[in-house]
Every structure is written in structure tokens, then in C-alpha cells.
């Protein structure tokens, strides 16, 4: 599959004159797995790979550490996110996990947008966004910064 997409990516680039890509999840059910299917896409030619949030922190922060010595971007995908986040009793704010993740070496992640499956209103979405991009952030109540 990796290499259908590649094949894709550099057509449309080729075609396009425009730089393309395409973020290939190499989360697998073991770092062994999740090496090779890296080293899979890196070989390829991709500049980016996606892990899965469910693989676990300490595998998170472990693909990180192959992508720097691997100089590839690491994507984030929030898959499994809801079960913790959305919670109204419970849970944690996914800007927790934007913190966490920053820190774990991720270098992108699918923060949300105002509609679909990870909606949020404007400014809580901005609040994500800026957690993620800014090295501090102040508090701001209206878009969820409490610390």
C-alpha cells in the first residue's frame, strides 16, 4: 500500500510542479513492525510518517527518536483520542495530550476544526492550535488555556 501511495504522491507532484505528500501509518503491534514499515516509507521517499495515538506514550516518544535520527517528520493521529477526551465526568482536555505530545517529540498533530468528527467551537479550537505551536502559552478562559 505504501508504495501505491508514493507512486501517487510523486505522480501528482510531477504533474502539479507542486510539492506533494502523503502521511503513511506505520503504527503496527510492535516497535520491530513499526520500524520497518518506517524505514519502509523513508526508503520510498516519504518525508513523513503517522503513528496512532493508541500505540502508547512510550512508543510514541520511541518513533519520535527514530524520526529525528531519521530526519523525518512525525505526524500524530488522534485515533482512540475520544475515549478519554470527550468525556464529560472524566477524562482529560486533548490539550493535555497536545502538551504530552510536544513534549513526547511529535512534530504534527490533528488538533480539530470547528466541524466534523473532531469539532470543537472557534476558539477552543485555536486553543488547541496554540498550545501546540507556541513555546508558552498565557491563560485565555475562552479558548480553554487554564495553565
Not at 2 to 10: A, H, L, Q, R
Not at 31 to 59: C, Q
Not at 60 to 65: H, N
Request: charged share 20%; aromatic share 10%; glycine share 8%.
Amino acid at each position: 500500500v505504501f508504495s501505491f501511495s508514493m507512486e501517487g504522491v510523486n505522480r501528482a507532484a510531477a504533474a502539479s510542479g507542486e510539492v506533494k505528500g502523503h502521511y503513511l501509518n506505520t503504527t503496527a503491534s510492535t516497535m520491530e513492525e513499526m520500524y520497518t514499515r518506517a524505514d519502509y516509507a523513508k526508503e520510498l521517499g516519504s518525508i513523513i510518517v503517522m503513528i496512532d495515538l493508541v500505540i502508547g506514550y512510550t512508543a510514541i516518544q520511541t518513533m519520535a527518536i527514530w524520526a529525528r535520527k531519521h530526519d523525518t517528520i512525525l505526524h500524530l493521529h488522534r485515533a482512540g483520542n475520544s475515549t478519554y477526551s470527550r468525556q464529560k465526568n472524566h477524562g482529560m482536555n486533548f490539550r493535555v495530550i497536545c502538551k504530552w505530545m510536544r513534549m513526547s517529540g511529535v512534530d504534527h498533530i490533528h488538533a480539530g476544526t470547528v466541524v466534523g468528527k473532531l469539532e470543537g467551537d472557534p476558539l477552543m479550537v485555536k486553543g488547541f492550535y496554540n498550545t501546540l505551536l507556541e513555546s508558552k502559552t498565557d491563560i485565555s478562559l475562552p479558548e480553554g488555556l487554564f495553565f
